[in-house]
């Protein structure tokens, strides 16, 4: 008798076990449910990684009930990026926020070291991380100039953003994580205490493959979502139905986005500027507007061979080459959708979070807004 009991008991578990998973709803991506964005394929992972050479890694900081943050890297290739730096550019839609070396990139064109994003208070701290990182590599012992590229969003309201708890070591392990292929998203690293369109935001990524007989060219998009508006899905509503948006219920319009553009595509700073620039469109078709205290920054960089800048070289010249002008309207619209699709990846993989004072931002309510999608027939 004892042993039906036992058996019985170790069944209603089983079965309690079973009822409790069926219940977890797993995040998912715009794409997996079914909300398409614009014209253009994904590539493989749809994610900045399909870039070739490009990584990504993060370090979430959750610590006790007060710190919710972290820190994200992006690697143009996985070499000494000081020796070998890439051609970058930086497009500022409205600058309430801190891109530590950003003029640097206007002046010289170049990115040197990896970037890295983290909160407003801690960009500091991370790029004095970076420094360090670059200097133990090989061949850089005796650099007396380093330019870190670090971006930011303020995650006040959800982490004790005084604590500045992003360390050196958590850039360090961030640094040795960063990998190819599939990119966590939502709540992770810089994006564990951002809030988006009053909404729980986070990191988010996607991708763009231009067709064989445009070069078969790649865009790769990584956002930090943290800012406020007027929430649209492929031109649904959303927001507006949701009765969560700027002028309702205290949704702010304040906050940022940072946005890292990859392409394989062979280009010019100048024009790396100019895809950096339609990114915001991308960011506008969601439902953003860049308010007067919102960080709305880009940050694109290519990996194409032509794009290499040799530190040591002992040429006096470069020898270019670069998409025509007339080549750059699909890339455009590569990065405009990427970007889009980025943003909303950020939304449906976040999750809820409890932090700094007990605040808490929920997910974005993922049934309804497929409800909302299938009324305005974005979807079927």
């Given at each position: 008798m004892k042993k039906h009991k036992q058996t019985d008991f170790v069944f209603l578990i089983i079965i309690l076990l079973l009822l409790a998973f069926a219940n977890v709803h797993p995040q998912k991506r715009?794409?997996?449910?079914?909300?398409?964005?614009?014209?253009l394929e994904p590539g493989k992972y749809n994610a900045i990684t399909d870039v070739n050479g490009v990584l990504v890694g993060h370090r979430t900081v959750n610590q006790n009930e007060d710190v919710r943050t972290g820190v994200t890297v992006i690697l143009p290739h996985s070499g000494n990026i000081f020796q070998d730096k890439v051609k970058a550019a930086v497009y500022v839609a409205n600058g309430?926020?801190?891109?530590?070396?950003?003029?640097?990139?206007?002046e010289l064109g170049v990115i040197e070291t990896p970037i890295a994003l983290t909160?407003?208070?801690?960009?500091?701290?991370?790029?004095?991380?970076?420094?360090?990182?670059?200097?133990?590599?090989?061949?850089?012992?005796n650099l007396g100039s380093i330019n870190p590229v670090v971006g930011e969003t303020n995650d006040g309201y959800l982490n004790n953003i005084q604590k500045r708890s992003v360390t050196s070591e958590h850039v360090f392990e961030a640094l040795a994580k960063a990998d190819?292929?599939?990119?966590?998203?939502?709540?992770?690293?810089?994006?564990?205490?951002?809030?988006?369109?009053?909404?729980?935001?986070?990191i988010g990524t996607s991708s763009r493959v231009l067709p064989k007989s445009k070069g078969s060219y790649t865009v790769g998009v990584l956002v930090q979502t943290n800012f406020g508006g007027i929430l649209e899905i492929n031109?649904?509503?959303?927001?507006?139905?949701?009765?969560?948006?700027?002028?309702?219920?205290?949704?702010?319009?304040?906050?940022?986005?940072?946005?890292?553009?990859?392409?394989?595509?062979?280009?010019?700073?100048?024009?790396?500027?100019?895809?950096?620039?339609?990114?915001?469109?991308?960011?506008?078709?969601t439902g953003g507007f860049c308010s007067n205290g919102s960080g709305d920054y880009v940050i694109a960089f290519?990996?194409?061979?032509?794009?290499?800048?040799?530190?040591?070289?002992?040429?006096?010249?470069?020898?270019?080459?670069?998409?025509?002008?007339?080549?750059?309207?699909?890339?455009?619209?590569?990065?405009?959708?990427?970007?889009?699709?980025?943003?909303?990846?950020?939304?449906?993989?976040?999750?809820?979070?409890?932090?700094?004072?007990?605040?808490?931002?929920?997910?974005?309510?993922?049934?309804?807004?497929?409800?909302?999608?299938?009324?305005?027939?974005?979807?079927?």
């Open positions: 715009s794409r997996d449910l079914n909300i398409k964005v614009g014209i309430f926020g801190k891109l530590i070396g950003s003029t640097q990139i206007e909160n407003t208070l801690n960009v500091f701290n991370v790029a004095n991380a970076l420094i360090d990182f670059t200097l133990k590599q090989k061949g850089n012992e190819s292929g599939v990119v966590l998203e939502g709540s992770v690293g810089a994006g564990t205490g951002t809030t988006c369109f009053g909404f729980k935001g986070g031109g649904a509503p959303v927001g507006r139905e949701l009765g969560k948006y700027y002028m309702k219920n205290d949704v702010s319009p304040d906050g940022s986005c940072m946005i890292v553009v990859a392409t394989d595509a062979p280009l010019s700073n100048r024009n790396l500027r100019r895809l950096a620039k339609r990114a915001i469109l991308g960011l506008a078709k290519s990996t194409h061979p032509a794009c290499r800048v040799s530190y040591r070289s002992s040429k006096t010249t470069l020898q270019i080459e670069e998409l025509r002008n007339s080549e750059m309207s699909l890339l455009f619209l590569a990065v405009v959708e990427a970007t889009q699709e980025a943003i909303y990846n950020s939304l449906f993989m976040a999750t809820d979070v409890t932090g700094f004072k007990k605040h808490q931002i929920q997910k974005i309510p993922v049934d309804e807004v497929v409800k909302i999608s299938k009324k305005y027939k974005v979807i079927n």
